[in-house]
């Protein structure tokens, strides 16, 4: 009987021990766009009137802190954010609203309509394409006001989405459902003669050596693409005129038809 006396004392004094905490601190809410930035994989860090920091905060929830000033920084892919003059009062929520950055998400679908979680990487739109941020499909990341190029590592071969604009106060939310394989009809000519019997066709992923596709001689050349920026490699087996070509800069759409003509004279 003592035993259960006890406990429940101990239950009564710690929660009148979280009472009085929780009347000796407040909030701090962090709202970044809304629902388009909530859960966002970029915490704000809070740092307190010496300097040191107090507690993070991700977008969407809140977290409690005595009461005091305090600085939120928010790092975002492309700079940070910093919000001077955070007042915690205790038992009162401090809502920051941040709307000046750029949302986006990868939004990925099995058969069984889960997502698989694939790795999404973001470069640079301009060769050499630098990598600016990674995550994984269905996580939402924040930018500074941007133009970027996306590639999620989905089978059968990965898919790309090219110059995405990032604008402050909008979400990007790039859906797998929406992509269409391209189709790219290369013909390799000779004094204008369509000369595909004696070429060898191979499609690069743009501005690499990384081989995607390939076509043998034969009376066309054409292949089914991912969305996204290849280069064409064309030999000639003929031995007349160049014994192979290049070009450079094929972009597809989703869903587009695009033909390409390579010269070998």
Request: include cysteine; glycine fraction near 10%.
């Amino acid at each position: 009987m003592r035993s259960i006396r006890a406990f429940f004392v101990t239950l009564v004094l710690f929660a009148i021990a979280s009472l009085a905490f929780a009347e000796a601190t407040g909030n701090v809410k962090l709202d970044v766009l809304g629902k388009d930035g909530a859960g966002a994989k970029n915490p704000a860090h809070l740092i307190a009137a010496n300097g040191k920091e107090a507690g993070q905060v991700a977008a969407g929830s809140t977290v409690a802190l005595p009461p005091g000033d305090y600085k939120l920084v928010l790092p975002i892919v492309g700079g940070q954010i910093i919000k001077e003059g955070i007042r915690v009062e205790a038992g009162r929520t401090h809502t920051v609203l941040i709307e000046n950055v750029a949302s986006m998400r990868v939004s990925v679908k099995d058969k069984s309509g889960t997502d698989p979680g694939f790795g999404v990487t973001v470069t640079t739109t301009d060769s050499p394409h630098v990598k600016v941020a990674s995550f994984l499909s269905g996580d939402t990341c924040l930018f500074a006001p941007t133009q970027v190029d996306v590639h999620v590592d989905a089978p059968p071969q990965g898919y790309d989405w090219h110059a995405i604009t990032l604008t402050p106060g909008h979400s990007a939310v790039l859906t797998m459902d929406e992509v269409v394989p391209a189709e790219l009809l290369v013909q390799t000519v000779m004094s204008k003669i369509p000369f595909d019997n004696s070429t060898r066709v191979v499609i690069l992923r743009g501005g690499t050596q990384t081989k995607v596709a390939e076509s043998a001689p034969g009376s066309e050349h054409r292949f089914k693409l991912d969305p996204g920026d290849y280069d064409v490699y064309v030999e000639n087996h003929s031995g007349k005129g160049k014994p192979y070509a290049t070009s450079s800069g094929v972009h597809l759409d989703s869903g587009a038809k695009v033909e390409r003509t390579v010269p070998l004279d």
